[in-house]
């Protein structure tokens, strides 16, 4: 059951904004590809990656498992969080290529929904040697 294993350990480092512990879920040489374009490779790149949850704030991630091998997994997440910088809603809006969306000066930041898959390849021990992730975010409504 490594997806079962790594996917409480991605929530449990997401909520905790852990990078170090975030690292340490993949072996020395383990694989993240945040994006289909982009890959972090090896502890140091790992955590480094992992430091920008440490502009979230009142995380929430939920998951599934869709379907697992003995080597490996598929699963659907779902993560909520508080934007608690400029800094982070500006990478967000770049990284989605939609812009920025309409605020006035003194507007509240948003609160963002980011939905996606990811797939991984898992030791016998449970460490990750490779994990891909799809997602889109949006901004949820202001309540």
């Given amino acids: ?15 905790g904004q852990d990078s ?11 694989r993240y ?24 704030q009142d995380i929430s991630l939920r998951y599934e498992v869709l379907g697992e091998t003995a080597a490996g997994g598929i ?5 909520t969080y508080q934007v608690a910088s400029e800094e982070l809603f500006a990478i967000w809006a770049k990284s989605t290529g939609t812009g920025l969306p309409e605020r006035k000066p003194g507007d509240p930041l948003p609160r ?6 990811l797939v991984g390849e898992f030791t016998p021990a ?10 889109h975010s949006t901004p949820r409504p202001v309540s």
């Fill in 1 to 15: 059951m490594p997806i079962h294993d790594f996917m409480a350990a991605y929530k449990r480092v997401w909520e």
């Fill in 20 to 30: 170090q512990g975030f690292a340490a879920l993949f072996t020395p040489d383990g």
């Fill in 33 to 56: 590809h945040n994006t289909p374009f982009q890959v972090q490779r090896g502890p140091e790149a790992l955590a480094a990656y992992w430091d920008r949850i440490k502009l979230q």
């Fill in 75 to 79: 699963a659907h997440w779902n993560v």
């Fill in 112 to 117: 963002m929904e980011l939905d996606g898959m």
């Fill in 126 to 135: 449970g460490l990750a040697r490779e994990v891909r992730i799809w997602w």
